[in-house]
């Protein structure tokens, strides 16, 4: 494996710890409004209140691997989406406020307020991701010198809003799960509830992107003809998502939110195989930023993998004691969100 190669499979697995932990996060911010009562709101917010700013370390842990091992890709990215990328900013900035500000005042008016901003603000965080995916396939104007050339609505087109309603449905799905493993009586039953109903949510909109993908970017199957082992990722992404429903009527959360998170995983994969050897993929594809004409120097990058190789086991070590000692029910204290 060449040292381009490296870089693009170790984004792929930020990308996914990314998605697979502060896609629960944002289910719950989505799924926020299925309290009825303020004990409830609390209750939901306490279930990520002390996980999900650590779960955001993967996306600048990305953002900064992307900017270090394909300088060229992150200069496209974050000057030509910057409309886009400032709503993304602005829509994850209003969630944390909304975590910190809600219950520090005892007025249902401020309080109702900040519960309308987390959720908009969560929502609005995921369609941005899902358009931002939808696009990264669909492919961008670019021209010769990758230096993209369209406006901010160029980026809301059918197929990349398709997406980003996949996004919502996946965390939504997503987010119940892990709703219903922390807490307990009627607001987990009401889970319960939401649980068929986004899945159902998910199953319908995963099948018509998948249908829309073969469709409209039918370049994204060239690497399984080249790769065909492949296909057992597919297999397997397929069994995950049946497996959802099996664990839920079961009543086995665990096993549900294993699967839900294996469904995150095998769909970036998917994702970055469909994509390969492109980061940004151009509207004439002559055009596109790949792994090696947006990349650093290999002295940068040989450095840039050996400080990883440093790095990365203490993300790891950190996610995994954070969710440790917060694991469990939800409890609500005086002195919790």
């Not at 303020?38 to 996306?59: A, K, Q, Y």
Request: charged share 10%; with cysteine; glycine share 8%.
């Amino acid at each position: 494996m060449d040292l381009n190669i490296f870089w693009f499979v170790l984004l792929g697995v930020l990308l996914a710890g990314y998605a697979i932990l502060d896609g629960f996060d944002l289910g719950v911010g989505i799924l926020h409004p299925v309290a009825k009562t303020d004990l409830e709101r609390r209750t939901i917010l306490n279930s990520i209140g002390p996980i999900w700013d650590g779960n955001e370390v993967w996306l600048v842990t990305f953002g900064g691997a992307l900017f270090a091992a394909f300088p060229e890709a992150y200069a496209t990215v974050f000057s030509g989406f910057y409309t886009a990328f400032m709503l993304l900013l602005l829509a994850l900035i209003f969630r944390a406020v909304s975590l910190e500000f809600r219950s520090k005042v005892q007025n249902a008016r401020w309080r109702h307020a900040w519960d309308h901003a987390f959720f908009g603000a969560s929502l609005l965080a995921t369609l941005l991701f899902g358009v931002a995916v939808g696009n990264a396939m669909y492919g961008v104007p670019l021209n010769a010198r990758g230096i993209y050339v369209g406006t901010f609505f160029d980026l809301l087109n059918w197929y990349a809003l398709l997406c980003g309603a996949l996004a919502v449905a996946l965390f939504s799905m997503h987010g119940s799960i892990y709703l219903y493993l922390k807490t307990e009586g009627a607001l987990q039953e009401r889970i319960h509830h939401q649980i068929w109903r986004t899945f159902g949510f998910f199953l319908v909109l995963y099948f018509l992107v998948t249908i829309a993908t073969l469709v409209a970017v039918p370049r994204s199957l060239q690497n399984f003809d080249e790769h065909p082992w492949a296909w057992i990722v597919v297999v397997l992404n397929v069994l995950a998502v049946a497996n959802v429903p099996r664990a839920i009527y079961q009543r086995r959360p665990v096993y549900a939110f294993v699967s839900s998170s294996a469904t995150i995983a095998a769909l970036v994969f998917l994702f970055g195989i469909a994509l390969f050897p492109a980061l940004v993929t151009g509207r004439e594809i002559e055009n596109s930023l790949t792994i090696y004409n947006a990349a650093s120097s290999q002295k940068t990058l040989t450095i840039m993998a050996f400080i990883a190789g440093l790095g990365m086991p203490f993300v790891v070590a950190y996610t995994v004691v954070i969710y440790w000692t917060f694991r469990g029910k939800v409890k609500v204290g005086p002195h919790s969100y």
